[in-house]
């Protein structure tokens, strides 16, 4: 019977092996080298569970989810031991000595700079979490404080607007009370020319005289004259104080608006600050707070240092590894594979050789064949061309011949 915590414990054992980089049967045909190799696997599982919580804690942190926020660990955890997995797995075992040699700092930088990167992106959130309450404490004061310094600059504003209102409105009045002083002293102007021109009528100043005399008629022209004036600057008075008296009371509805709006901006500013809490902003805090204070700064610099430690801990334990028995043997199996490669590729190389070469004989023999049937079918035609030529020079012969019969004085008058 199997004993479960035993093939558990295997499972375990041989997954850590697996996370190593190594291969499992090679190690296998050497068990003296799983503990070195199980020891660099468990450096990187757990340095990928430890970038999980940190992930998961950075994206909670950012979209209040924890649902998203346990997909989103689980993923950048698994992202970090492949990458890790990789860096480890490609490294080799350097020179094969305990000392790392120079030689083999340069051959590791890019893998070196590459945990480095990883070291501080994993140790970034787990900073954020540790220092969490004094983050905390900086935000609500960063908050507090900006906060504050929008609510006095939106009521600076509202008090220059609503004091260009006011002082609009104390002009205004001052020419409606300006224009009822007027009216005013016109309206008095009216009155003493009516109680003179009254009291001529009936005697009891003046002239002394009642009856509407010279001095009755002109009295009451003045008066006639002033009540007109009166009237029309009445309406006018009463126009244009109706005008300012209706934008006064607009102006007052602003002032009153730009302070409730005023205020309903500074509520909505305050909430948002309030609730300003993400990951940007817990960032920003943590960065204040070291600029303060130099041993917070100590001891985030300690945090990051430790994960770049762990990230890099495997390169130099392979840098430190002499070379053992799992370097011999995969060694010769990269050798073996190599040389069965170049065997087969040799191989294959000859056969193409071969191919082309009878393909080039096959070639040569039908160039030689057409070759020679074409030689043969030139020499028909020569002989052919030289038949005809023959039998156009005999009967051509026998034309001139019977030319020459039948007219000889022609042919001696041509040849003169």
Not at 69 to 84: H, M
Not at 151 to 172: K, P, R, V
Request: charged letters at 25%; aromatic letters at 8%.
């Amino acid at each position: 019977m199997i004993n479960p915590i035993k093939y558990i414990w295997q499972r375990i054992y041989r997954f850590f092996l697996w996370s190593s980089g190594a291969d499992i049967e090679i190690l296998d045909r050497v068990p003296h080298e799983k503990n070195k190799y199980f020891g660099i696997g468990g450096t990187i599982i757990f340095t990928a569970a430890m970038a999980s919580f940190a992930g998961g804690y950075a994206f909670f942190t950012a979209f209040k989810d924890p649902n998203l926020a346990v997909f989103f660990g689980a993923f950048w955890g698994a992202l970090i031991f492949n990458l890790d997995r990789y860096i480890v797995s490609t490294f080799g075992v350097g020179d094969g000595k305990k000392t790392i040699s120079r030689q083999e700092v340069v051959e590791g930088a890019p893998r070196i700079i590459m945990a480095i990167v990883l070291g501080i992106v994993i140790a970034t959130p787990l900073e954020l979490k540790l220092f969490e309450g004094e983050i905390d404490a900086e935000i609500s004061r960063q908050n507090l404080v900006t906060g504050q310094r929008i609510a006095a600059g939106t009521m600076n504003t509202i008090d220059n607007t609503n004091q260009n209102f006011s002082d609009e409105i104390a002009m205004l009045r001052e020419q409606i009370n300006i224009r009822k002083n007027d009216l005013n002293e016109k309206k008095i102007k009216r009155d003493k020319a009516y109680e003179k021109y009254m009291c001529e009528l009936n005697g009891t100043c003046g002239t002394g005289i009642p009856g509407q005399g010279p001095v009755f008629r002109e009295a009451k022209n003045m008066y006639l004259q002033l009540d007109s004036e009166y009237q029309s600057e009445f309406q006018t008075v009463n126009e244009e104080n109706r005008q300012d008296s209706e934008r006064i009371r607009q102006l007052g509805g602003q002032i009153d608006n730009n302070i409730n709006n005023g205020q309903q901006e500074i509520a909505i500013l305050e909430t948002a600050y309030d609730s300003r809490n993400g990951l940007l902003a817990r960032i920003q805090a943590l960065s204040t707070l070291t600029d303060k204070d130099s041993s917070l700064l100590m001891a985030k610099w300690l945090i990051t240092l430790l994960f770049i430690l762990i990230e890099i801990a495997p390169i130099l334990f392979k840098m430190m590894t002499e070379r053992g028995s799992y370097d011999d043997i995969l060694d010769n199996i990269k050798h073996e594979v190599k040389v069965q490669q170049l065997m087969a590729q040799s191989s294959l190389n000859e056969d193409i050789n071969t191919s082309v070469k009878v393909h080039s004989d096959k070639n040569a023999q039908k160039l030689a064949t057409e070759l020679a049937s074409n030689k043969k079918l030139l020499e028909s035609i020569s002989q052919a061309q030289a038949e005809i030529a023959q039998v156009a020079i005999d009967t051509w012969k026998k034309e001139e011949i019977k030319k020459a019969k039948s007219n000889p004085s022609n042919i001696i008058k041509k040849r003169k």
